[in-house]
């Protein structure tokens, strides 16, 4: 729709180009990514039902910031309020979907032979961080994202990562995952996974008594959203879509953890719009919904010591291929 084009005008925007590939940035919304192009096409999904607006702090992020691209979820995901035994932070509550998509970041951009580098940074206002994502796109037709965040307090800084690109998600999607990797469900709508914590290995789960493909999202159920959350084996997952592949490579040493937000028109935070049909394929550290949960039963919250800085990198890449597979087959 022409308005889609429109809006980031409106906030101006950044365009990174090599080759085929194209990476567009919004500074002023929380650093938002508007576009992914690699191997010839665009692979994120853009909400209609949401209008770019000016990102307010504390504002609900499904409601007026869920606009579709890719976000940075820090330091949380879901909004939460922190235990009264973290030093210094207990009973601190933090906003839906982290502190960065609400406020403009600090930009630089500059070009360099083999390819264009860009730099957004935040300063965190809840607790004392400082976060950065440089984004390379070279000549190769690959983006790297290059993170770091320092903590600037006295006392050790807890927190969740997530990055957060949504993907249109079509009869044709095939979410490509190692066999048999842990899954725990974080939440469910319209399915019944066994509720919270319950662990399954990708891609099955059973329902009723009848064995289910993750891996085929959309042949999952007529209409259902759910979350999941994966300990990652190796350093790889990738989506495949109408003859297109795109793969995510990092260290897992880094990044150990993925989370997977699935909704074939199964949630909205709208009463009277449409459910979406989206998906979240999204690299993270500390594989729980929230911070509280990674600090509680899920155990597995990041720590940064004081003046202690920690960086990890993601690696996109795509490519096309002619496919004999129909939706449901395969795994």
């Not at 650093?31 to 307010?56: C, F, M």
């Not at 820090?74 to 009264?84: H, M, V, Y």
């Not at 998509?101 to 630089?108: A, D, L, M, R, V």
């Given at each position: 729709?022409?308005?889609?084009?429109?809006?980031?005008?409106?906030?101006?925007?950044?365009?990174?180009?090599?080759?085929?590939?194209?990476?567009?940035?919004?500074?002023?919304?929380?650093?938002?990514?508007?576009?992914?192009?690699?191997?010839?096409?665009?692979?994120?999904w853009?909400?209609?039902?949401?209008?770019?607006?000016?990102p307010?702090?504390?504002?609900?992020?499904?409601?007026?910031?869920?606009?579709?691209?890719?976000?940075?979820?820090?330091?949380?995901?879901?909004?939460?309020?922190l235990?009264?035994?973290?030093?210094?932070?207990?009973g601190?509550?933090?906003?839906?979907?982290?502190?960065?998509?609400?406020?403009?970041?600090?930009f630089?951009?500059?070009?360099?032979?083999?390819?264009?580098?860009?730099?957004?940074?935040?300063?965190?206002?809840?607790?004392?961080?400082?976060?950065?994502?440089?984004?390379?796109?070279?000549?190769?037709?690959?983006?790297?994202?290059?993170?770091?965040?320092?903590?600037?307090?006295?006392?050790?800084?807890p927190?969740?990562?997530?990055?957060?690109?949504?993907?249109?998600?079509?009869?044709?999607?095939?979410?490509?995952?190692?066999?048999?990797?842990?899954?725990?469900v974080?939440?469910?709508?319209?399915i019944?996974?066994?509720?919270?914590?319950?662990?399954?290995?990708?891609?099955?789960?059973?329902?009723?008594?009848?064995?289910?493909?993750?891996?085929?999202?959309d042949?999952?159920?007529?209409?259902?959203?759910?979350?999941?959350?994966?300990?990652?084996?190796?350093?790889?997952?990738?989506v495949?879509?109408?003859?297109?592949?795109?793969?995510?490579?990092?260290?897992?040493?880094?990044?150990?953890?993925?989370?997977?937000?699935?909704?074939?028109?199964?949630?909205?935070?709208?009463?009277?719009?449409?459910?979406?049909?989206?998906?979240?394929?999204?690299?993270?550290?500390?594989?729980?919904?929230?911070?509280?949960?990674?600090?509680?039963?899920w155990?597995?919250?990041?720590?940064?010591?004081?003046?202690?800085?920690?960086?990890?990198?993601?690696?996109?890449s795509?490519?096309?291929?002619?496919?004999?597979?129909?939706?449901?087959?395969?795994?």
């Amino acid at each position: 729709m022409k308005k889609a084009h429109e809006e980031p005008q409106t906030f101006g925007f950044a365009e990174l180009r090599a080759g085929q590939t194209k990476v567009v940035i919004i500074p002023a919304l929380g650093g938002k990514i508007a576009s992914l192009v690699l191997g010839g096409r665009e692979w994120l999904w853009r909400n209609e039902a949401i209008p770019y607006t000016t990102p307010v702090d504390g504002a609900s992020y499904v409601e007026t910031g869920d606009t579709g691209g890719y976000d940075e979820c820090f330091p949380t995901i879901a909004t939460c309020t922190l235990p009264s035994h973290v030093a210094r932070y207990g009973g601190l509550s933090l906003p839906d979907h982290g502190e960065l998509w609400s406020q403009p970041t600090t930009f630089t951009l500059e070009t360099r032979p083999e390819g264009m580098y860009a730099v957004s940074g935040w300063m965190g206002r809840r607790m004392p961080y400082r976060f950065a994502r440089g984004v390379f796109v070279g000549n190769d037709d690959r983006v790297e994202m290059r993170y770091s965040v320092t903590n600037d307090g006295a006392v050790p800084l807890p927190f969740v990562w997530a990055a957060h690109p949504l993907l249109p998600l079509t009869k044709q999607t095939r979410l490509i995952f190692p066999e048999g990797t842990r899954t725990r469900v974080w939440a469910q709508h319209g399915i019944e996974l066994g509720g919270q914590g319950t662990e399954l290995r990708w891609p099955r789960a059973a329902i009723r008594g009848k064995l289910i493909d993750f891996s085929h999202p959309d042949a999952v159920a007529r209409s259902y959203a759910c979350m999941l959350f994966l300990d990652m084996p190796v350093g790889c997952a990738a989506v495949e879509e109408d003859g297109a592949r795109l793969d995510v490579t990092f260290d897992t040493s880094q990044v150990p953890h993925f989370g997977l937000w699935i909704n074939r028109r199964g949630w909205t935070p709208f009463r009277r719009k449409r459910a979406y049909c989206n998906f979240g394929f999204e690299p993270c550290i500390g594989g729980a919904g929230s911070l509280t949960e990674a600090l509680g039963g899920w155990k597995n919250a990041a720590w940064l010591q004081p003046g202690e800085t920690r960086a990890w990198r993601l690696t996109w890449s795509a490519t096309r291929f002619i496919s004999d597979r129909s939706p449901g087959t395969g795994a």
